[in-house]
């Protein structure tokens, strides 16, 4: 079965509404669960929350530090809190609250970055997190989670519910393409191999998940046989699927919609020197960050499609002939 034939990469729901949808659930099965909202619960989509259950959701103002604290105060009290913002906000503003009502006390707060990356288009770049994964990353304690699709958001929010510590789920405001069926199981830690190849392997996160998908395909058609792994789980990062890519193919392109010198790739690098170093390039935002414009344009303008990673991957390919 071709790339094409086992992918056929429907646009789905944004995964900013998948995390809302999935509060929902978790809010009718748990009375414990409480949601806090920094003046964007339209975005964020709590906004369906708040109206199933307006008793338990908090309103915080445009003042994330002020909510990520309540949100600890009520984590720590042994409530399931989520606490909602873009991505942006939520760490910049808050960063000294989740360093130390949080991550120092490793309380079980879930905080939810939404708009991330430059796909929030014409917000620009003021809203642009590009730096999110590695700020989270930081943070002692943290599982870091980002998610590819709706599907994967819905389950891994519910997962993100009952983990027994402080975590950061990185959501976007686009729709992207469907990856997985309903069903699929993920499990905090665990990467997910879509596709097995053995000339190179894309590994991945978010939305470029599915640009992966179609470098893969764009490969394919050229005779390359192209593996695809979503790392859904920035932290803890899969050791072992990292280090059999790197074994299998000794060929490996980091794609992400993050700076390169600080995200994803980076955390794949360190996997690769310790186990079997091998040939990378790292697929990202370079040291400056990205103009306004519609997400397309954005994406196409910054070489966030899957042409783009196909390209990337030739380079890689042409080291590894050397």
């Not at 990856?179 to 191999?193: N, R």
């Amino acid at each position: 079965m071709s790339v094409k034939e086992k992918f056929e990469l429907k646009l789905g729901a944004a995964t900013r509404e998948a995390f809302g949808k999935a509060l929902v659930e978790l809010g009718k099965a748990d009375s414990n669960v409480v949601v806090c909202d920094a003046d964007l619960s339209k975005s964020t989509f709590t906004h369906l929350f708040a109206k199933e259950f307006p008793e338990r959701f908090f309103s915080c103002g445009i003042a994330e530090a002020n909510m990520v604290s309540i949100g600890a105060g009520l984590a720590a009290s042994g409530k399931i809190a989520f606490v909602a913002s873009f991505s942006a906000f939520v760490l910049n503003k808050g960063f000294e609250q989740l360093r130390v009502n949080a991550a120092y006390s490793q309380v079980p707060l879930k905080v939810v970055g939404t708009h991330s990356g430059i796909s929030i288009g014409e917000d620009g770049p003021s809203q642009m997190s590009v730096e999110d994964l590695s700020l989270a990353c930081s943070l002692a304690g943290f599982t870091v989670i980002s998610p590819a699709d709706e599907v994967a958001t819905f389950e891994l929010v519910k997962l993100a519910a009952y983990h027994d510590g402080p975590i950061f789920l990185r959501a976007g405001r686009i729709k992207v393409p469907l990856i997985y069926a309903p069903g699929q199981k993920f499990e905090l830690g665990k990467a997910i191999t879509l596709l097995e190849g053995s000339d190179i392997t894309l590994i991945s996160t978010g939305l470029m998940v599915a640009e992966c998908i179609r470098a893969a395909a764009i490969l394919e058609a050229e005779g390359i046989s192209a593996g695809v792994i979503d790392i859904h789980t920035i932290k803890p990062i899969d050791r072992e699927a990292i280090a059999k890519a790197a074994g299998t193919t000794g060929c490996i392109v980091v794609a992400e919609e993050h700076f390169t010198e600080s995200g994803l790739g980076v955390k794949v690098a360190q996997v690769v020197c310790e186990t079997n170093p091998c040939i990378m390039e790292f697929h990202g935002m370079g040291d400056f960050y990205a103009e306004s414009g519609t997400p397309e344009e954005v994406l196409v303008k910054y070489k966030m499609t899957g042409k783009d990673v196909a390209d990337t991957a030739r380079k890689a390919l042409a080291r590894k002939q050397k």
